[in-house]
């Protein structure tokens, strides 16, 4: 028995060393999915495993070293904060260096026909994302919090605002290590506006949207800007991971989410947007305070409204949704 302890030791450890190479490697589903879009994308393209995706670009090597660190860090930050599923199926992460190969490449991915919109999308059916690096990063953690969120809610479709608001959100957060820090954005200065001129629609309404109807041409900014005002005011209230959870794990006594947010602020819909844009108010108010001229001691402080995206960013979301609905 003692001589053959070296032997089981040795056998131990070379099966701890094999599995160890093979948690390394990508699974059969993964070779899978890259062999297929290697053949799929062509030589231009680097494919492999990045976190939990099948990544694919056609980046220069400092712009895909970013790109990777992005994924790997979003991944993380989403599933310590607020997922706690992996999505069942293999998600592919496909990022362009410009709009022309956008435009070239895009179609190759995707199983059925698809219009091309401008900027990034992501087909929720078919499992995929495309981006183009030129709109800035802010692009590619919109689109991957939807990926993500949807593999996390499975067959369960979370509501538009609710959809768009978590994507909103990630876009412009400060993601530290695993910790994402939230942070009002141009949308809490469209909402202050909004009310002053009697043009915000009800938050109850906005909340009950259908895909369609919040993706209409006439609503979609201001539904944003509402929804996105809503979740930074729940993430304020500390209340926003509670409602997350809540909303995935009960979603089919309310698939709107309104109940939830009565439930977490303890009070109905109607004064829960009193609170909001008192909230809004007050925040515009403060933002204003600090961006006074400042006295000659003190130095200026930035205006802390976060991400400020270019115009084109409005006509790549609404043709980004506008391909949601067609692939859905
Ligand atoms: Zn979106």
Redesign the pocket.
Known sequence: MKRALPFILVILLASAALRAEESDRPDARYRKEIARLKRRLGRDFTVKQVGMFVAAWDLDEKKAESYEKLIKELEEALYERFLSRRPAEVIRVVLFKDNASLRRNAKKVAEKSIVMPAGGF?MTYEHTLCAEVTMGPWLVR??LT?ALVHGDFGSKKPAPWF??GM??MVESAVIEGKKLTFRADRRLNLVHRLMKARKLPKLKDVLKMDFPTYNAPATRATADALSRCLMLYLDEKGVLVKFYRRYRIRYRRDPTATKFVEELLEKDIDAVETDLLAWVQAKVRESRESTKKPSSKEPAKPPEMGHKPRKTETVA?IQ??KLAIMSS
């Open positions: 992501y919109h689109e939807h959809d768009e994507a909103m979301a980004r949704e």
